[in-house]
């Protein structure tokens, strides 16, 4: 018969546990319930431990921490401070307009600016095509409003252009107006603008 470790048990009738070579009793504690040392986990790689559910936890915390950065739920803009600060480039603006001025000594409209785009003009040329004129007047139409910035005074033969370079911010819908004095109905004036694109981030 196999041997009993320890040789002695408390009771004959005491729990034995077989380990390959040898009996040995379970240990009861004082209010009865089994006692077992478990030397290493029985469970799978990755499972529900105190430590994994900590390191879970540090987790979801960067996860919500990023998620309160966003502006809102199901966005893809992240909010950054400063962000108004910040240039960006979209494209090169780089566009011509020409249109029957509106009558004598009349005006022509820059082509507007599209839904969510920004315009830098940083220059733009204008002149009137059929006919001489003594003087070009440059308005900013924006929202609604004319904001004058701008005259060249000369004697233009027809097609000489008048210049302008600085910095002009443009958004939806925002035009350049040129009225050309001298000008006669029926005459085609041309607003060439360049400079560049941007987002516009609502």
């Given at each position: 018969?196999?041997?009993i470790?320890?040789?002695?048990?408390?009771?004959p009738?005491?729990?034995?546990?077989?380990?390959?070579?040898?009996y040995?009793?379970i240990?009861?504690d004082a209010?009865?319930?089994?006692?077992?040392?478990v030397?290493a986990?029985?469970?799978?790689?990755?499972?529900?431990?105190?430590?994994?559910?900590?390191?879970i936890?540090?987790?979801v915390?960067?996860?919500?921490?990023l998620r309160?950065?966003?502006?809102s739920?199901?966005t893809?803009?992240?909010k950054?401070?400063?962000?108004?600060?910040?240039?960006?480039?979209k494209?090169v603006?780089?566009?011509t307009r020409?249109?029957v001025?509106s009558?004598?000594?009349?005006?022509?409209?820059?082509?507007?600016?599209?839904?969510?785009?920004?315009w830098?003009?940083t220059?733009?040329?204008?002149f009137?095509n059929?006919?001489?004129?003594?003087?070009?007047i440059?308005?900013?139409?924006?929202?609604g409003a004319?904001?004058g910035f701008?005259?060249?005074?000369?004697?233009?033969?027809?097609g000489d252009?008048?210049?302008?370079?600085?910095?002009?911010?443009?958004?939806p819908?925002?035009t350049i107006?040129?009225?050309f004095?001298g000008?006669l109905?029926?005459?085609?004036c041309?607003?060439?603008l360049?400079?560049y694109?941007?987002?516009?981030?609502?």
């Amino acid at each position: 018969m196999p041997e009993i470790i320890p040789n002695h048990v408390p009771s004959p009738r005491a729990l034995l546990a077989w380990d390959g070579t040898a009996y040995r009793p379970i240990t009861i504690d004082a209010a009865g319930h089994v006692q077992i040392d478990v030397l290493a986990s029985g469970l799978p790689a990755g499972a529900a431990t105190a430590a994994n559910q900590a390191l879970i936890l540090a987790q979801v915390q960067l996860i919500e921490d990023l998620r309160n950065a966003l502006q809102s739920v199901a966005t893809d803009r992240l909010k950054v401070r400063g962000e108004d600060q910040l240039f960006s480039f979209k494209g090169v603006l780089a566009n011509t307009r020409n249109a029957v001025i509106s009558g004598a000594n009349g005006y022509v409209d820059s082509q507007p600016v599209p839904a969510n785009t920004i315009w830098c003009v940083t220059n733009f040329k204008a002149f009137n095509n059929t006919s001489p004129t003594t003087a070009h007047i440059y308005e900013l139409n924006h929202d609604g409003a004319r904001y004058g910035f701008g005259d060249e005074v000369a004697a233009f033969a027809a097609g000489d252009p008048s210049y302008w370079s600085g910095f002009l911010w443009l958004d939806p819908s925002d035009t350049i107006r040129v009225y050309f004095t001298g000008g006669l109905v029926g005459d085609t004036c041309y607003i060439v603008l360049t400079g560049y694109i941007m987002t516009l981030e609502v």
